[in-house]
Every structure is written in C-alpha cells, then in structure tokens.
C-alpha cells in the first residue's frame, strides 16, 4: 500500500495512488471496513480458543511436577528428594533430607 502527494505537496489526489493487491482503491475507501481486517470478535471462538490456550498452558507448566509426585508416592519414595522409603517405619522422616 502506498500514496503519492501532488506536486504542491499537498496529499489532496493521494485516493488516486493506493494499490491495495488489486482492489480498486475507491471502493475501498468507500466502504466502512475493508476486506480481511476483522472488525468484531466473535465471543465463542474467542472462549473455546482461550480455554484450549490455557490447558495446554496448564499442563506445559504443571503436569510434569503432579506426575512426579503421583510417581514417586505409588513408589514409595520420598516426595521432596525421591529416596526410597520402603523399609523405613511409617510416620518417619526421609533420612536423606529430613522431611515427613
């Protein structure tokens, strides 16, 4: 898209100047919207994008550290260290670094 002013230096004739891929540039000014610029948001797109965004988000960020727990608890191991803590009595603090 470009413009060219007059030869006075004024941009009074620019309308006549702008190629916009083809598209004639009075229709264009004409009309209030132009094609391919979106000019409202369509609000269910919007929630179910924001809502599949946010998931993947979500497990980006906070799966890996909930399934190293769930692991490391149907294992019987420490949950800050990951010691093994089958043959300690129940109740007992890891031996490795001194949490319950």
Same mark, same amino acid.
């Given at each position: 898209?470009?413009a060219v @002013? ?7 004739? +620019?309308r ?8 004639d540039?009075a229709k264009l &000014? ?5 094609p391919?610029i !979106?000019?409202?948001?369509f +609000?269910?797109?919007?929630l179910? =994008?924001a809502a599949?965004f946010?998931?993947g988000? +979500?497990l980006?960020?906070?799966? !890996?550290g909930?399934?190293? &727990?769930i692991h ?5 191991? @420490?949950l800050?260290?990951?010691? =093994? #803590? %089958?043959? #300690?009595?129940?109740?007992? %603090?890891? !031996?490795?670094c001194?949490r319950?």
């Amino acid at each position: 898209m470009y413009a060219v @002013c007059n030869q006075d230096g004024d941009n009074t004739g +620019w309308r006549q100047f702008i190629n916009v891929r083809g598209l004639d540039s009075a229709k264009l &000014l004409a009309s209030s919207t132009i094609p391919g610029i !979106p000019t409202g948001i369509f +609000w269910d797109r919007f929630l179910i =994008d924001a809502a599949i965004f946010s998931l993947g988000s +979500w497990l980006i960020l906070f799966a !890996p550290g909930t399934l190293r &727990l769930i692991h490391r608890t149907r294992h019987g191991l @420490c949950l800050h260290c990951a010691y =093994d #803590l %089958k043959n #300690l009595a129940v109740g007992s %603090k890891c !031996p490795e670094c001194g949490r319950l």
